[in-house]
């Protein structure tokens, strides 16, 4: 259901999530965008770089922590979150279930995340 409305915009689900991440967040960290999207670095670095290429987001070492490396959204990137705030809006319609249905869901899968998490 994401793919027709993320080709509009030029990403892949997993590069739409970072982008999710870095219009709350501004700039985060690998690391930190690893923990929150449950993602390792051989996963987030060729994603991160492809976003780097498209112009949506840079890559900096951090210069108090040479190690570590900071993603920040650029102004292309910024400029997307329009089109991209429409996206949750237009997969609730299509699923034909009421806002109040859709927030209970995500409730109920956060939950399952947490409890899996825990379970590990």
Known sequence: MYRPLLEALDLTYPQYLVMMLL???QKLSIK????????DSGT????????E???FVKRARDLKDERSVQISITTAGEA?????EKIPVTLI??????????L???????IILKNSVKNQ
């Open 44 to 51: 987030l670095t060729p994603l991160l770089k492809r976003l």
């Open 93 to 102: 319609e299509n699923l034909a279930i009421s806002e109040t249905e859709g």
């Open 80 to 84: 997307l979150r329009a089109q991209a």
């Open 53 to 55: 290429q498209k112009a």
């Open 32 to 39: 930190e965008i690893g923990n929150l999207l449950w993602l």
């Open 23 to 25: 219009w709350e967040h």
């Open 104 to 110: 209970q869901l995500i409730k109920q899968l956060h």
